[in-house]
């Protein structure tokens, strides 16, 4: 993939999200594009840069702990690193100098040991909660599917929300989550919908400001753009297909 695809792929993606937005009667400046950049090179994302894009996310602490500092050595304006997979708790002090925000916050621990280490590097580290809004069988995120209709499930995560915001050292910026594939994007908005709303509850709740939705990807993001996004993760309309 040249510089010169991923900047025609950019234009349209921002095409797409300008035509979501009216749709939506939202303004475009209020969504941050993150461009997922796993399992891509170094001159891929420096390309990107050039292009103009300043947010970028990885999804395995390996790959990111080799490319980061080269991509930071060589980007115009230095990158935002977004971390959006996984994260096993012995490779937390590994995640925690690389990333600025961590969208993939999966267990009460991860979240304690991110906040114990921020503290000892004497910041505050931006984060969101993962959650499983779909019912599906994912593969990680809190559990909150069917919330409204199963009170365990809802006083569960109104539990865990409530041991989050105590952290000292994390600032919880909002809930991200994955819908499913599916062929037909549409089916994709009850879900997107469903954590737009559990973020309002748990807003009015808690009287927290909680300003950010991560949700919708290459498949999905007009879809969750109408349903409130104000984070969008996207890779292969960036960067083309991954190996
Ligand atoms: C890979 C990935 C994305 C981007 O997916 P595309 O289909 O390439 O847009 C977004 N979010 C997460 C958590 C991912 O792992």
Redesign the pocket.
């Known amino acids: 993939m040249t510089s010169i695809d991923i900047k025609a792929n950019l234009d349209a993606v921002h095409d797409t999200i300008a035509a979501a937005c009216a749709r939506a009667n939202r303004n475009p400046d209020d969504i941050t594009l993150v461009a997922?950049s796993?399992k891509k090179p170094i001159e891929a994302i420096v390309a990107a840069n050039m292009s103009g894009m300043r947010h970028f996310?990885e999804?395995r602490v390996e790959e990111a702990m080799e490319k980061i500092p080269l991509v930071n050595q060589q980007a115009d304006e230095k990158p935002i690193w977004h971390m959006?997979?996984h994260i096993q708790s012995r490779k937390a002090k590994l995640v925690e100098p690389l990333f600025d925000v961590v969208?993939?916050i999966d267990t009460l621990k991860i979240a304690a040991k991110l906040s114990q280490l921020a503290g000892e590097s004497q910041r505050t580290l931006p984060v969101l909660v993962e959650v499983n809004i779909s019912g599906e069988a994912a593969k990680y995120g809190f559990e909150a599917s069917d919330w409204k209709n199963k009170p365990e499930i809802k006083e569960n995560f109104w539990n865990t929300v409530e041991k989050l915001l105590q952290l000292p050292n994390l600032e919880i910026r909002g809930l991200m989550t994955?819908a499913p594939f599916y062929d037909d994007m549409q089916r994709t908005r009850p879900i997107f919908a469903g954590l737009a709303e559990l973020c309002e509850q748990v807003r009015s709740d808690f009287h927290v400001t909680l300003p950010d939705l991560s949700m919708g990807?290459?498949?999905d993001?007009p879809i969750a753009i109408e349903e409130g996004a104000t984070i969008l993760?996207?890779?292969?309309?960036i960067?083309g297909e991954?190996a």
């Open positions: 997922v796993k996310g999804n959006i997979g969208h993939s994955m990807m290459t498949n993001y993760r996207i890779g292969r309309a960067f991954r």
